[in-house]
């Protein structure tokens, strides 16, 4: 089945510690998102990227980087310089034509103490 | 400023009773397109229903559909025949001009329905 997938669903570091979320995608989808969603409030776009090897900073970068190698893929890397790093975490591709629709992973719950 | 203003942080509908969701967004450009998503408990976003800054008609799909009033700079999502199911956290996106892809989205909006 297409998809998004992003593991693991629930993560746990500690504080200072650098943590790398996977985000996958069989859509053949050239453009992939980021975005952090923080309790009872709305998505926040942290990076996105429209095509391999490119990517550009969203609202909320500081404390962030990922990468673009393959067009499936598009891991997110929070750093310790993240200053809030506990959230939920949600990555979207979508097709880059058209009307843009945005599909969904399941997300990743992330918790640093 | 804000793009994106839902004003309801949550409300209560009755099972098959409608429910008017409001969203109003503010842009300069001409193009752009507005999307409501439904977040059950579960976490994973769910496409809706999707309207066009360009688009005379309402959008429709199912039991949902888009009040888009562009002069208002509106676009309230009505849902019909409420289920038990549709209880969920709402939310309204935008994306603005014709060749960005990201979206912004409001806070949202918890409706929960009672049976």
């Known amino acids: 089945d297409g998809g998004i997938t992003q593991s693991p669903k629930y993560l746990f570091r500690k504080e200072g510690q650098n943590v790398t979320l996977s985000c996958e995608q069989n859509?053949?989808?050239?453009?992939m998102y980021w975005y952090r969603q923080d309790p009872g409030q709305g998505l926040r776009l942290i990076y996105y990227s429209q095509i391999v090897n490119d990517f550009q900073k969203g609202d909320i970068a500081e404390g962030y980087s990922v990468s673009r190698e393959k067009k499936e893929s598009f891991p997110l890397t929070v750093t310790s310089a993240q200053k809030n790093p506990t959230a939920f975490y949600l990555c979207a591709s979508s097709t880059g034509t058209g009307d843009y629709e945005q599909y969904f992973g399941p997300g990743t719950r992330l918790t640093v103490t | 400023a804000q793009k994106i203003t839902q004003t309801q942080p949550g409300m209560f509908v009755q099972e098959k009773e409608a429910v008017t969701l409001d969203c109003t967004y503010d842009t300069s450009d001409q193009s752009y397109g507005l999307f409501w998503y439904k977040q059950p408990s579960s976490g994973e976003m769910i496409f809706l229903i999707y309207?066009?800054?360009?688009?005379?008609q309402n959008a429709t799909e199912g039991r949902y559909s888009l009040n888009f009033q562009k002069a208002r700079k509106s676009a309230n999502l009505v849902i019909s025949a409420s289920q038990l199911g549709d209880s969920a956290m709402y939310f309204c996106?935008?994306?603005?001009?014709?060749?960005?892809?990201?979206?912004?989205f409001g806070a949202g909006t918890t409706v929960t329905v009672r049976a």
């Open positions: 859509l053949n989808h050239d453009a």
């Open positions: 996106a935008m994306r603005e001009g014709s060749n960005d892809y990201k979206l912004s």
């Open positions: 309207q066009g800054s360009y688009d005379e």
